[in-house]
């Protein structure tokens, strides 16, 4: 299995702090996630749409019975 992490673009915070408007469009157009990166830890930008396509995800698969049946392809 491929760790997501390993695709997704990372900026410095320094960096984002400079060039906030366009990292933020390039996160609203391409729809991928951005890490921004800090010494005492990091963070991820995500446009709405995929942070709402996560929590959907998560919610689904927070039931048992729909996780199951996700995942034997009955959805």
Request: glycine content about 6%; overall charge negative; aromatic content about 4%.
């Given at each position: 299995m491929t760790d997501a992490r390993?695709?997704?673009?990372?900026?410095?915070?320094?960096?984002?702090?400079?060039?906030?408007?366009?990292i933020f469009e390039h996160v609203l157009v391409s729809g991928e996630p951005t890490r921004i990166l800090k010494d005492t830890g990091?963070?991820?930008?995500?446009?709405?749409e995929v942070w709402r396509g996560m929590t959907?995800?998560?919610?689904?698969?927070?039931?048992p019975g729909m996780r199951e049946c996700i995942r034997s392809g009955n959805a």
């Amino acid at each position: 299995m491929t760790d997501a992490r390993d695709n997704i673009k990372q900026v410095q915070l320094e960096d984002v702090q400079k060039h906030f408007e366009q990292i933020f469009e390039h996160v609203l157009v391409s729809g991928e996630p951005t890490r921004i990166l800090k010494d005492t830890g990091n963070a991820i930008l995500v446009s709405e749409e995929v942070w709402r396509g996560m929590t959907a995800t998560m919610n689904l698969m927070s039931s048992p019975g729909m996780r199951e049946c996700i995942r034997s392809g009955n959805a």
